[in-house]
């Protein structure tokens, strides 16, 4: 009985081991992917770091884009749309509308008409949506987007046009019944044009073409994956260890920023707090050591290594700044090192991580005219701990500096010192609210940003223009008006006497806009007529240059309590420019010059050879290189011109805010 069953439990061993079951060595195996580690060719003292045993995949910025609609021209939109992208665009407006397109558009030019009738309305126009952004950015993250009409269509302008909401797809758009990729971000608001065209008139400037600042956000962020060299568990769960140690707040709280998916893929998602700095997040978790318990014996390693071998040096301020405080002591030790990439790379990590000492070191190298990394040292004080000192430094490089680049470069970091101080204060505040009552962190960190009252240490003020752009009062040294032309939409008036100039004759755009001051010290008139046959807008005003501005952006309506001219954020921008070449200021002009275009170029290179391609209608190819793009105008003074661009403001992230202290020019 006994062979008999020994019989049997061969026979089955047998039977078992022949099917296709794992760990009989039989059945097929899970394919292994070859992985080059992303931090292979740095120092061999990185070994032990996150990036020098693993791949990085869905970090780079990747091409996304969708059809749109841009509503509110003023007849330059079209009347011609290809069937398949009007059967997209009919679906997407019942979707927005939730099938009541009539409440949706009341008190509209499309008020009672079909979605049919609505795309091809005169004052629409059907666009392509498209941007640039990492599949693994968090949730939130912003970032621009380019607007241009479809290829063949009559539009003429897309210039005072607001983009209604649009979903944004990995890879080229897709029509109803095309392929359809991973929806990761949405995109709307106002339309920014080349400020330099003028408005409703053709010029060289493609006015077919607009962008919309900061008016992306990604609302289903992709996991980033991690690819481990050599498959192991053991080894995979150890990096999720160390990850999750370092990003402590994850998306869905503790222990939520990685998560190993099996022996050779880990899939890891940026914290909230990253979404304006992903690529920041990216450097650390690469730099991340796997083994946290000695940090102080890393710090030394990568501090000598830093010092032996200078070539070094940034890539391990990033490890450093991985390991956290306990660096500090190690790098301070290079804050005089001679050679001027460890001395440099050690401030950045210094300064990072909260170091008072760095900022000494830095105020005196903001002042050294000869240095290269002038502009680096004043922007790291934006972030550096320190007292007063360094607000009066930032303040008397804005008072006594002649170069723009150095001035502007000192009103950034102001400006971010201001927004971290206001942080702050508003954290308290909502922290000292009963539960039930406290804004959540994002509309807290959207006043800090977007509404800075006077009375602080930095000695600035930001208010928030109708939510259509933000204007800083920055009363130091030389009259300057400065604006962006990415990210935030923001116009800064920077000096201590910012007033327009009397007499004044300025006329710009074919007439349109005059405004004229006999004498000095005398009432401004304007005069500004929307259109050629449109109603003639009078205003007489005082010579201050912010309320100028906020009357501009106010809305023209009769409803509006203090009506104004309505003008979009370019217009205002092209107007300021009018009234400085004109010599209706004495403020110097200055425009941060944009990389959206760049960017596009480059991420468009990232779709593969197997998704469609863009299709119009009737057999029509919407190409998606060359993009057009126009070209912005310097203007000047013969005193100032463009910016290089510096360090450009992250996007607010959503919401309303409900916090105190607002400076909302209409509160």
Partial sequence: MGCTRAAVGLALS?????????????????????????????????????????????????????YGLVVGLNGTGSTNVPENVAATMEREILIWTEGDTASSFANTPLAGLSPREIIRHPDTAVVVVEGAVPPGAPEGTTFDVQVR????????????????????????????????????????????????????????INTRIGRVLGGGR?????????????????????????INQQFL??????NSTAKGRDDQVIQVYAPPAYKDRFEEFVQILLHTPINQEYPEVLAKRYTRSMIEDPSSADELSWALRAIGTRSIGFVRDVYEFPERGPRMAALRAGAHLGDPRASAFLERLAFEEDSPDRIEAIQLLG??????????????????????????????????????????ELVATNSARPSGQRASIEQVIYLAESRIPRGNPQGVERQDVRGRFELDIVPFGEPLVYVTQQGRPRIALIGADMKLETPMFVSAWSDRLIMVADNAGSEIRLRYSPSETGPILTQSMGPDMDE???????????????????????????????????????????TETDRLLASL??????????????????????????????????????????????KPPAGPAGGDGNGSGGTNEDE
């Avoid at 996991?223 to 481990?228: A, G, R």
């Avoid at 100028?548 to 009506?563: G, Q, V």
């Fill in 249 to 254: 707040d994850g998306p869905r709280g503790p």
């Fill in 14 to 66: 047998l039977v078992l081991c022949a099917a296709p079951i794992a760990g009989c060595g039989g059945g097929p195996k899970k394919r292994v992917r070859e992985v080059t580690p992303t931090l292979s060719g740095a120092p061999s003292v990185l070994r032990g770091t996150v990036g020098y045993e693993t791949s990085l995949r869905r970090a780079e910025p990747q091409y996304i884009s969708g």
């Fill in 383 to 424: 972030t550096a701990e320190g007292g007063n000192s360094i607000e009066r430094a930032l303040r008397e490089l804005l008072e006594d500096e002649e170069k723009l680049t150095i001035r502007i470069a000192a009103y950034e970091a102001l400006m971010e010192r201001a927004e971290h101080h206001r942080l702050k």
């Fill in 149 to 204: 009409a479809l290829s063949g269509s009559t539009t003429e302008s897309l210039e005072g046009g607001i983009l209604w909401t649009t979903r944004l797809q990995l890879g080229p758009a897709s029509t109803v019944g095309g392929l359809k990729t991973d929806t990761i971000a949405e995109a709307r608001g106002e339309v920014f044009i080349n400020p330099f065209a003028e408005p409703g008139l053709s010029s060289e």
């Fill in 548 to 590: 100028l501005i906020k009357y501009m952006a106010r809305e023209a309506s009769a409803t509006e309590i203090r009506p104004g001219l309505g003008f979009t954020y370019s217009e205002v921008v092209g107007a300021l420019a009018a009234i400085q070449t004109s010599g209706g200021t004495n403020a110097s002009f200055a």
């Fill in 601 to 646: 170029l480059t991420a468009t290179q990232t779709i593969t050879t197997d998704r469609p391609a863009l299709i119009g209608g009737e057999g029509e190819e919407i190409s998606l290189d060359p993009i057009e793009e126009e070209q912005a105008k310097p203007v000047t003074d013969g005193r100032q011109s463009y910016v290089v661009p510096l």
């Fill in 218 to 242: 990604v609302i289903e962020p992709q996991p980033l994956e991690l690819l481990l060299q050599t498959p192991l568990h053991s080894r995979a769960q150890a990096i999720t260890r160390a």
